[in-house]
């Protein structure tokens, strides 16, 4: 009797767990990365026309903005994480590099929240290591630690009166104090939105830029324009500043 009642739990376990495999919805994901000044948009078609005022009060234009993230990854509400392999490198004078699509973007529908990388951490910024990258002249210079950029924003700022350049440009953070010692400057960017995936979806990534020059540190390009890659303080303010730019925009499925 006893080996009967086994095998019958037994039984309704597996037949439970097919049950349970059977009303999986599994579900494609892509992001849609956009991007703004405030409340304007900044896309190919404006991107060196747009004239924007930072919190300091410069006006400024734009010449170039490109930028990277890695190890994308959304994770539920059990704690399961789904990892995406592959990184985003942006060039907002290129509309075909604004979206991102994994090869392995599969996932169970549920309830998730966002996370990834801005720039590469330290397991992946390798120096010379990914060959569109270094074609597309990417790479961080060695004696500032090597790797690759995070960001080149590069423009004209006090344009209606004195113009002068700037190169707000992102990367490995040298230390002033001993130009042998390098920190990884790489940012964790985590989203507290619930995004409810039901179905295959597309998920919105807004980027407002003038974050970069007001939260938490106001820029004065008048003080930091250029040159920023060896200027200590300088990344590790940007490391800072990388925090606010980004907010979860429409989910669209």
């Not at 700022?157 to 130009?179: C, E, K, L, M, Q």
Request: charged share 15%; hydrophobic share 35%.
């Amino acid at each position: 009797m006893k080996k009967t009642l086994a095998l019958l739990l037994i039984i309704l376990l597996f037949s439970n767990c097919e049950d349970n495999d059977d009303n999986l919805s599994m579900v494609d994901v892509a992001f849609e990365f956009s991007h703004t000044w405030e409340n304007d948009e900044i896309n190919a078609n404006n991107l060196t026309s747009i004239v924007v005022t930072n919190e300091n009060g410069e006006v400024m234009n734009i010449a170039r903005i490109r930028y990277l993230i890695s190890r994308i990854e959304l994770t539920n509400e059990n704690g399961t994480t789904y990892s995406f392999n592959g990184y985003k490198f942006t060039d907002l004078s290129d509309v075909s590099t604004y979206n991102f699509t994994p090869d392995n973007n599969r996932i169970p529908s549920g309830n998730y929240t966002l996370k990834f990388v801005w720039g590469f951490n330290e397991e992946d910024n390798i120096d010379g290591e990914y060959l569109d990258l270094n074609s597309a002249s990417w790479n961080w210079p060695t004696m500032l630690g090597g790797g690759y950029h995070f960001l080149q924003f590069d423009g004209q700022y006090n344009i209606n009166t004195s113009p002068s350049s700037f190169n707000f440009h992102n990367g490995t953070a040298r230390v002033s104090t001993n130009p042998n010692v390098f920190e990884q400057n790489f940012a964790e960017i985590e989203f507290a939105t619930t995004i409810e995936i039901s179905n295959n979806a597309s998920i919105e990534v807004v980027m407002d830029f003038s974050e970069f020059f007001k939260t938490p540190h106001t820029w004065d390009l008048n003080v930091l324009d250029t040159p920023l890659m060896p200027n200590y303080n300088a990344q590790k303010m940007m490391q800072a500043n990388v925090q606010s730019v980004f907010s979860i925009g429409t989910i669209t499925q």
